[in-house]
């Protein structure tokens, strides 16, 4: 497992989920839900979140159908991807992400929450579904996972 504070990112069209990880790569944890914007103020944030927790790589959710086919939300995602690759300067991967937030809500609810009072927090909890999943697939493999955003 290569050491190092990882970001993940949940692309969403309203709200942007992020999550980091600890130094050792081996838990992700919720940071906050970022207002996706058309001014680049939501890069501009994750860019500043990505320097405050010293970050060597981001892994952003690839929203695939389940089926595996690319979607709308797909090419969102990849555009996301690479225009933050651009700005934060480490490496960006790109990894499956379905069910990540059917699986975040599922927790959400198990923890008390209802879909209600869960809103301000649901896309942070995909995020680290996204995250831990990346983390494990990396530890099981020894292979970083997904495919680099160019």
Request: glycine share 10%; aromatic share 2%; charged share 20%.
């Amino acid at each position: 497992m290569r050491p190092g504070v990882r970001v993940g990112v949940d692309v969403g069209k309203a709200r942007i989920g992020v999550s980091r990880s600890d130094p050792d790569g081996m838990l992700a944890l919720p940071v906050e839900t970022v207002a996706r914007a058309d001014d680049g103020s939501d890069i501009a944030r994750i860019q500043a979140l990505v320097t405050e927790f010293g970050a060597v790589e981001a892994i952003v959710g690839l929203p695939l159908s389940l089926s595996g086919v690319h979607t709308l939300s797909t090419d969102d995602a990849v555009g996301f991807a690479e225009r933050l690759a651009e700005a934060i300067g480490i490496p960006v991967r790109l990894v499956d992400e379905r069910l990540s937030t059917v699986t975040a809500q599922s927790a959400l609810r198990a923890s008390g929450r209802t879909t209600r009072n869960s809103r301000s927090v649901v896309d942070q909890a995909a995020a680290t579904v996204i995250l831990q999943h990346a983390l494990d697939a990396e530890r099981a493999s020894g292979n970083p996972p997904g495919t680099l955003a160019t």
